[in-house]
């Protein structure tokens, strides 16, 4: 089977800058560079006068796992007040700030995107996280498991467990719960509070373990680069959200020592402590430090005006943050010697001077990252706001005038304090195809997504040129999965299920025989139980494929 | 006799240490048994070849399934009951309730409900086994049938290693649980009655926020047992509050549930402490999270006018029965036991565990598999956060229920 796409501006940023009007060919869900000799096309589509790019990729939202669900069950009138009534493909749903998983693929796909990466799997809920993106239809899914505040980790590090040994659990834990990447939610801090700390500083020690998230962070970000994980470290750095949080996230960097990390939803953690009211923009500085430190990439989290609900596996933050929830109800979990998990329902509001703060200061890192390559357009969904507003966001970041339009409406003190204002860069259609197609591709090593070339994932996403870039990114004329049609004008036209993305690095299975003693001293189930294999997964995750990348390792 | 590793469905604790002989049909614990999986296990051991039956009388599968496209086809207001299932069987029960416009609950879920609508209302810290088996130094339990519908908690959860813990028993327990109980734990027994639950539980709010108050004799329990418990909250590291809403059996119990996850909550100004409910049987958990992911409300749910909506009252299957809001129904049940309300005069469907007899026949009845013994299966543990696999335990056996279900989707169209 031979399609063609004919008469399109092509946008594919990882075959360089040139956007010819040229034909696309896609033979069985793959891209080709050309019909083959005699070769019968057959079905052409006329996209003459439309903008093509690859289906887009979110590295980091989430979809999948107990504590978004969590949010469902905490929150039914949001659910409620946003029903989505079946259709001839899709079934009855609703969406909102926490929304179900089948409208979550539904309007992924809708809007362009063919994956999506759950950021925040807890190992010990890895089988759910997947069984939730196995309800996410469409899309393409990968998780990245969470490490850092398991007991069997910093007891390691605390015990001065060689490299080697961590770097086997770490490798032992990507295969354990088929993930694609490694987390780390405020080092340790997660753990600590569980021993009632209420606050961990990078260079603090944890109360019982007596380590510091800098040697966490470090022993992280070094396993992960040592087994060739193409994702570097997913940092979500200490202090979330506290005033003048920027020192320890400078400080995060550093730990780093220069490997490869990648800090996510950075806005919540770029705050200084000037003015009258202790609260203030330190993106200049933040954005300063990313620019010099080329082995650093960043998501924003942008936050966006409206109800919305945060998810996050930081217990410690979350429980600290809650008297700022609205409504007032909140959910914070410790979670079985592995992690934890808070919900809290935030509504951030444009007269408030700390919300109109945070909106601005994401939109300052945007502006001031230079490189697109290595700065992701993430709401952090939901805890920034919904995902189905990166239109808007993408209009905030191409469309200076209306941005300082906006800027002219929120709280006037925060919007004073901003350097928003005087920031007048506008991100080219090039540079949004980078950060949401062809650079977080290459961050997770995804060598068949995020492009159009010869081999890629037929992921195509048709775009009819606007003068609005919200009216042009929120309805595609057409999105392609994999060659198939499954989208038209926001509407969906087949639904199918994605693939799994996961790395297998090659480790010492020896360390199983310290996990198996581990499980049976600490844990409630046993160590076969937790582990997910390959068939699992796929029947959780109705996976119709499981696709490894390749990891190349980097010590002898 | 062969022995087989098992995962046990049958309460929300998923034990996965049970060895299973395992001689044809019959099976047997010989490792990790308790009261609940040997009464299941004998009960379904006993069971050869079970057939489905239209109006009492055998008959094939697909004759069943035939009768059962007869009985929903002809159904303006179906409603689906039951729902102790697996997590594909939740997945199968949604896609037909979506086809056919079902309103859907489970058969617990107006004990569900008692801690679901405090988390509506409020939220709620909590925790999960593992850490209240590794780190509590205080375990406050409320209730006293936990013991017989979690038998191996004291076991799994409370007894292990060798954590100095204090228990506190706020109910009056059988001498036979009280033996059970951790031999070197320091309890402190209030031993109040079970309608003495809202006001204990009110009045240690109030000693532990240091309100003004002077506990009388409060049900049964001295003004001194109660400040000593307040103390020995206070004074926990990381302690714990452990009960089962089955045993909540009140009106409003709910209240009782909000005055434990306020302690709770202002326990944890100070120190640390979470709250354990204890849940998951009959895959109630289960049934909740799938509904919750898929269609983003939990149940009771209708899937009438091809969209969602929740409504804990609407909704609830005896409501929706005692109001005549429903004109078939559809019972699934796999790990329970349960045998559907009696609906005289409404179509009903049954799909039943194997060893399931029904007083009066239905209009068709379908043997199903249960997870962990006939089927492998995913369930949701009691703590909200693992899901573990039941292995299948004996071959042969009847269809599991996704199974049964996708066929007669397919059937539908």
């Known amino acids: 089977m031979l399609t063609r796409l004919s008469g399109a501006r092509i946008v594919d940023p990882a075959h360089g800058t040139q956007q010819d009007v040229r034909d696309l060919y896609v033979r069985d869900g793959r891209m080709v560079d050309r019909p083959r000799d005699g070769e019968r096309i057959d079905r052409t589509w006329d996209a003459a006068g439309t903008i093509v790019m690859a289906g887009a990729i979110d590295l980091h939202t989430h979809i999948g796992g107990g504590k978004v669900n969590i949010a469902r069950g905490l929150l039914p009138e949001l659910g409620r007040q946003h029903s989505l009534a079946a259709t001839d493909v899709c079934g009855a749903c609703t969406i909102g700030p926490a929304p179900s998983t089948l409208a979550t693929g539904y309007r992924y796909a809708a809007m362009g995107y063919t994956a999506c990466f759950e950021p925040a799997m807890l190992p010990v809920n890895a089988r759910q996280a997947h069984m939730e993106m196995g309800d996410t239809p469409i899309v393409d899914k990968g998780a990245y498991a969470m490490l850092g505040n398991d007991d069997f980790l910093l007891r390691l590090l605390a015990d001065g467990a060689n490299r080697a040994e961590i770097r086997d659990y770490v490798a032992w834990t990507l295969h354990a719960t088929q993930a694609i990447g490694i987390k780390v939610v405020n080092a340790g801090g997660i753990s600590a509070f569980k021993f009632n700390q209420r606050s961990l500083d990078v260079d603090e020690a944890h109360v019982h373990y007596g380590i510091t998230p800098r040697t966490i962070l470090r022993e992280l970000a070094r396993a992960v680069h040592d087994l060739g994980v193409p994702h570097p470290l997913h940092v979500h750095s200490s202090n979330l959200g506290v005033p003048g949080n920027v020192d320890s996230t400078l400080a995060t960097i550093d730990a780093a020592e220069g490997l490869p990390i990648h800090l996510t939803h950075l806005q919540f953690h770029s705050y200084g402590t000037e003015g009258d009211r202790k609260f203030s923009s330190a993106a200049a500085r933040i954005a300063e430090k990313v620019n010099a430190s080329p082995n650093v990439s960043v998501d924003v989290g942008q936050i966006l005006f409206g109800q919305t609900v945060t998810a996050s596996g930081d217990s410690m933050l979350q429980c600290r943050n809650s008297r700022h929830g609205r409504p007032p109800k909140w959910v914070v979990m410790d979670i079985e010697c592995d992690a934890g998990c808070g919900v809290v329902p935030f509504r951030y509001r444009d007269r408030d001077f700390v919300n109109a703060l945070q909106w601005a200061i994401g939109l300052e890192l945007f502006l001031m990252i230079r490189d697109p390559w290595r700065v992701f357009l993430t709401t952090d969904h939901p805890n920034g706001g919904p995902f189905t507003s990166y239109p808007h966001l993408i209009k905030l970041l191409m469309d200076r005038s209306f941005r300082n339009g906006v800027l002219a409406s929120i709280n006037p003190e925060a919007a004073a304090m901003s350097a928003l204002g005087s920031l007048e860069r506008e991100y080219s259609l090039h540079e949004i195809a980078i950060m949401t197609r062809a650079a977080p591709a290459r961050i997770l090593g995804l060598e068949d997504q995020g492009h159009l070339g010869p081999g890629a994932a037929a992921n195509i996403v048709v775009y009819e040129p606007h003068p609005d870039p919200e009216v042009m990114f929120a309805t595609p004329r057409w999105v392609f999965k994999d060659g198939e049609l499954v989208a038209e004008r926001g509407e969906v036209k087949t639904v199918i299920c994605g693939a799994i993305h996961t790395v297998k690095p090659d480790f010492d299975r020896g360390i199983e025989r310290k996990l198996k003693g581990w499980f049976e001293q600490h844990h409630t189930q046993s160590l076969s139980s937790f582990k997910i294999d390959d068939e699992e997964v796929c029947e959780c995750g109705r996976a119709p494929r499981l696709a490894v990348h390749a990891c190349r390792a980097r010590t002898a | ?413």
């Open chain 2, 1 to 413: 006799m062969p022995l087989r590793g098992a995962t046990c469905g049958f309460c929300g604790l998923l034990c996965d240490d049970l060895e299973v002989e395992v001689d044809g049909a019959a099976l047997r614990v010989v490792r990790g048994a308790c009261a609940r999986s040997e009464a299941a296990l004998a009960a379904l051991g006993a069971v050869v070849d079970p057939v489905p039956r239209i109006a009492g009388k055998p008959a094939s599968l697909d004759a069943a399934l035939a009768a059962t496209v007869e009985v929903l086809r002809a159904a303006r207001r179906p409603v689906i009951g039951g729902l102790d299932v697996d997590v594909a069987g939740m997945r199968s029960v949604l896609a037909l309730a979506r086809r056919i416009g079902a309103v859907v609950d489970h058969a617990g879920g107006s004990i569900k409900y008692r801690n679901l609508h405090v988390l509506q209302e409020f939220g709620g810290i909590t925790t999960t086994f593992a850490e209240a088996r590794n780190r509590a130094d205080l375990v406050l339990l409320v209730g006293d049938g936990w013991w017989r519908r979690f038998p191996r908690f004291v076991e799994r959860i409370l007894a292990p290693n060798g954590t100095e813990r204090r228990i506190v028993t706020l109910s009056a327990l059988d001498p036979a649980t009280r033996l059970t109980l951790p031999k070197d734990a320091d309890v402190l027994a209030l031993d109040a009655p079970l309608t003495g639950m809202p006001a204990v539980c009110s009045m240690l709010n109030a000693l532990v926020e240091e309100r003004p108050v002077k506990p009388a004799r409060l049900a049964g329990v001295t003004p001194q047992a109660l400040q000593r418990c307040a103390e020995w909250l206070r004074a926990a590291q990381y302690g714990v509050i452990v009960w089962s809403a089955a045993d909540l059996d009140w009106p409003h119990a709910e209240l009782t549930v909000q005055a434990i996850a306020r302690l709770v909550r202002t326990l944890n100004g100070t120190t640390r402490f979470a709250a354990l409910p204890l849940a998951g049987s009959d895959a109630d958990l289960t049934a909740n999270a799938v509904q919750t992911w898929q269609s983003g409300v939990p149940l009771p749910a209708s899937y009438a006018n091809r969209s969602v909506d929740f409504d804990p009252n609407r909704y609830a299957l005896r409501n929706v029965l005692a109001r005549g809001e429903a004109d078939a129904l559809l019972w699934v049940s796999s790990l329970s036991g349960a045998a559907p309300p009696p609906v005289p005069g409404m179509p009903c469907v049954v799909l039943t565990r194997a060893d399931v007899e029904l007083d009066t026949a239905a209009n068709v009845q379908i043997p199903v598999a249960t997870p962990g013994i006939d089927a492998a299966g995913h369930l949701l543990r009691g703590d909200k956060v693992i899901t573990l696999r039941l292995p299948r335990l004996r071959e042969g056996g009847p269809p599991a229920v996704s199974t049964v279900l996708d066929l007669l989707l397919a059937r539908l169209g």
